[in-house]
C-alpha cells in the first residue's frame, strides 16, 4: 500500500518533469546543437567562391552545397536562399600543397625527394545570428590531410582529401556556430 502510493508519487514527479523540460525554448539534440527554435527557424548559405588561386573549378559549389546539406541534416532549421535568421558567408581562402615528409635518394647524385605532401585548405566564414548578435563571428577555419607521392598521385586522391578536409571544416563551423562548444 505505502510502496504504491511512492510509486504514484514518483511517476507524478517524472511526468510533471518532462513536461517542465519538454516545454523549455531552447532545445538540445544528439546532434549538440542549442538553437532556439522558437526565435530560429531558418537559415542561409551564400555562395562560397575560390579565392587561392588553386583546386579545383567547382571546389567553392562543393563547399556550399556541404555546408547547406550538412546543417540540413543537423538541424530543424530551414534553408532559404538568402537573409536566413542564421547567415553564412564566405570564401575559400587557401588552397596549398606542401611536402611534409622527404625520402633520401639511393644515388648520392640526386635531390632527396619527398615522400609525403599535404594538402590544407582554409575558409573565411562570416556568421550572422539574426537572433542574437552576441554570437556573430567571422573567422578562418582551417583542416589538413597528407597523402603519400610515392604511391598516389595528386589527381588520384584530390577529391577524396577535399572531401575529408570540408567535412571536417564544416563540422569545425557547426560546433562554433550552432553548438557552441
Known sequence: ??????????SLLGILTGILLGSCAIKYSFTGTNINYELT?????????????GGPANMGQLF????????????????VRNNGDLQFAGAISRYSITPQA???????????????MRLTISVEVEYLNMANEEENLKRT?????DYDVRTTSLLQV????????????IQDIFTATVANW
Not at 500500500?1 to 514518483?10: E, F, S
Not at 584530390?158 to 571544416?169: A, K, P, Q, R, T
Open 102 to 116: 622527404t625520402v633520401s635518394s639511393q644515388d648520392p647524385n640526386l635531390p632527396d625527394r619527398a615522400g609525403q
Open 141 to 145: 577555419f582551417s583542416f589538413f590531410r
Open 41 to 53: 527557424k531558418s537559415f542561409s548559405v551564400e555562395n562560397f567562391f575560390n579565392d587561392s588561386g
Open 64 to 79: 556550399t552545397e556541404s555546408m547547406k546539406e550538412y546543417y540540413q541534416r543537423n538541424t530543424q532549421l530551414e534553408l
Open 1 to 10: 500500500m505505502i510502496l504504491n502510493r511512492v510509486l504514484k508519487k514518483g
Open 158 to 169: 584530390e577529391g577524396e582529401l577535399i572531401e575529408e578536409i570540408f567535412e571536417n571544416i
